[in-house]
Nanobody
């Protein structure tokens, strides 16, 4: 089992930036891809971005392309999400996720159904 811990959330003004981090521990050798989802009160979980641990190939939701950048440091077992030009509608809890099946696992489910491991979430609040 992989354990995931997010950090870096907080309050920022619209147009500002935040960088989320996700530190993985445990059976990290079984991890193939990591990613981020978001979820607000009463809403379904939504895919944000994902990255392959081996190739670095990335995938993004259309709504964040050009503004968010996902990256990883395999030596530190840490993944990052750089969020620039934040908008009020980006306000949500952001969850780190990990799966042994690779980027495909993130691309096949917009809501993260079946993803192997989840973090506890970190709140991102963008004031307008």
């Amino acid at each position: 089992q992989v354990q995931l811990v997010e950090s870096g959330g907080g309050l920022v003004q619209a147009g500002g930036s935040l960088r989320l981090s996700c530190a993985a521990s445990g059976r990290t050798f079984s991890s193939s891809a990591m990613g981020w989802f978001r979820q607000g009160p009463g809403k379904e979980r939504e895919f944000v971005a994902a990255i392959s641990r081996s190739t670095g190939i990335t995938s993004y939701a259309d709504s964040v392309k050009g503004r968010f950048t996902i990256s990883r440091d395999n030596a530190k077992n840490t993944m990052y999400l750089q969020m620039n030009n934040l908008r009020h509608e980006n306000t949500d809890v952001y969850y780190c996720a990990d799966d042994s099946r690779g980027l495909y696992a993130f691309q096949k489910s917009a809501t993260g159904t079946g993803i192997g491991a989840w973090g506890q979430g970190t709140q991102v609040t963008v004031s307008s």
